[in-house]
């Protein structure tokens, strides 16, 4: 059965795969790939793994504070699921059922362990009421993943931020602010590529470079957001340039996120589910700018590799 750490390395995969796979396909920055490749299609169920074969998955085992890898943790002769199963007989349960036997069990809870065991105590406690049906379980699930917080960018911009080019700008003008823009996102390219030369290194968080890696890939949307700043931007698109700027300052702030995966698993699945949806963001922003070029004759040569005039 696959360990915490490959369920780690599948999920970071799957993430990091969408984050960073426009940067190195594609050359330029307003044009989306229609074939974008599904990170999730070939990952497996990671909610039904369970490592130890004790019928306990994975993620209940961390929310019991059982062991994933052994089917009897504390030695026994009882299943974890027995051993569960009894614990959720009894009235008024807590949680974990075991104590921590890691570098960990003298800190502070984190979130993961303050949202599980909420998590948990709602169920068992709807549960000997006889509340539980698919609703119910639905909303302690809502509420559960309604208060993880995950860090926001120390700044943010706004319009003040940039050098507006006024309305009615010439062809030539919005031609060098669109190869300008290119530039910018093929330099980004770069920095992604290099921070992904070796997968292995940016997936699993018990790489020695992982640290590095997602570093790196922090560091290179913060870069891209003022690099975008320094750009004298067309006033009918201002304000979509300053959201992708702050697109990318939130995506950095994810990416920092997931170095505490390890010890606090649920703020780093959270910036997971938003690095995704801000890449979703980040394709309906670059349209919007595609859009706005082309209809002032600047389109995108695909055997030139740069913006030209219609005319050319």
Not at 277 to 287: D, I, M
């Amino acid at each position: 059965m696959p360990s915490k750490k490959i369920i780690l390395i599948f999920i970071l995969a799957a993430a990091l795969v969408g984050a960073i796979f426009y940067f190195s396909q594609n050359q330029k920055p307003a044009i989306y790939s229609q074939t974008k490749p599904s990170s999730s299609q070939n990952l497996p169920a990671v909610s039904e793994l369970d490592s130890d074969g004790d019928g306990l998955k994975d993620w209940e085992e961390v929310i019991w504070g059982t062991d994933p890898d052994n089917p009897d943790t504390n030695g026994n002769g009882l299943t974890d699921e027995k051993e569960i199963a009894k614990q959720k007989e009894t009235a008024n349960s807590a949680l974990p059922i075991f104590e921590r036997n890691d570098s960990t069990a003298n800190q502070s809870e984190n979130q993961t362990d303050e949202i599980s065991k909420k998590l948990f105590a709602d169920y068992l406690s709807m549960k000997q009421s006889g509340g539980i049906n698919p609703d119910s379980i639905f909303d302690i699930a809502a509420r559960a993943a309604g208060s993880i917080s995950t860090p926001q960018p120390k700044k943010t911009y706004s319009l003040a931020d940039l050098q507006i080019i006024p309305t009615g700008a010439t062809q030539a003008t919005l031609l060098s602010y669109a190869n300008n823009l290119l530039s910018v996102y093929q330099n980004t390219r770069s920095k992604l590529e290099g921070a992904s030369a070796d997968y292995k290194q940016l997936v699993d968080p018990e790489s020695p470079k992982f640290k590095e890696r997602i570093t790196q890939v922090s560091d290179a949307y913060i870069a891209l957001a003022q690099d975008l700043q320094k750009l004298s931007v067309p006033k009918e698109i201002a304000a979509t340039q300053v959201s992708l700027m702050n697109n990318y300052l939130q995506t950095s702030a994810e990416f920092k996120n997931l170095l505490l995966i390890k010890s606090d698993p649920l703020p780093g699945l959270t910036s997971i589910r938003k690095i995704k949806e801000n890449s979703a963001e980040e394709s309906s922003l670059l349209k919007t700018l595609e859009n706005y070029l082309a209809t002032r004759g600047i389109i995108f040569s695909e055997s030139g590799g740069v913006f030209i005039t219609k005319s050319q």
